[in-house]
């Protein structure tokens, strides 16, 4: 993590193009080819970041109590997540601007960051399979089912994770502050209200609606 780190520094300091690989090794106190065995080019480097961000939402979705139905779980994890606070801080959030708004203009950050939210996307799948076991017997899949069988939990990640990554993006556009009614978490939250009508994978999964 300390190489992503300096990798981000570096690249909200100086910019992407004007910053090495060689550059990031020397700033995170690393030998170039210790850089190289962990990232195949300057962009990857900062992967860990982003993922960190991604997997802490998709983490706080499995740790909301099982009864509470999908919508609700996605709402408590976005209000979590994507506020600002003890997990991350307004002047933290300025960073993840930055770098979000890189990936969206930059062609190789776009591609690092897209590899990233599909990550997410997929781990999304396994929390809300466990949360469906952890649920009523009628509403659980098969017990050793492959969670990937179930096109309609992939359909409902995909769906949940685009409203939040649309959100953290269009943010990052601007210049609105990390809190408030156009920080990320707000964004998202409207994004999931839209979403109001979406079965969430009925039958299979619980759905209540988002008020």
Known sequence: MEIARAAAGLFVRRGLRATRAEDIAQAAGVAPRTFYRYFATKE??????????AQRWVEAVRTVPAEASV?????????????????????????????????????????????????????L????????RAGPPEAAPTPGADAAAFPDLRLAAAVASAAVRVAVEDWAAGDAPAQGPDGPAERA????????????????????TVS
């Open 44 to 53: 990857e480097a900062v992967a860990p970041l982003y993922a960190a961000g």
């Open 71 to 123: 919508p609700r779980a996605l709402e408590s994890a976005v209000r979590h997540t994507l506020t600002p606070g003890p997990g991350i801080s307004a002047a933290s959030w300025e960073w993840v601007r930055a770098l979000v708004r890189m990936a969206v203009e930059n062609p190789s950050l776009r591609k690092v960051w897209a590899e990233v939210c599909q990550g997410s996307e997929r781990l």
């Open 125 to 132: 799948v396994e929390v809300l399979t466990d949360r469906l």
């Open 189 to 208: 939250l409207r994004n999931l209200g839209a979403l109001r009508d979406f079965p969430w994978g009925e039958p299979m999964i619980r759905r209540e």
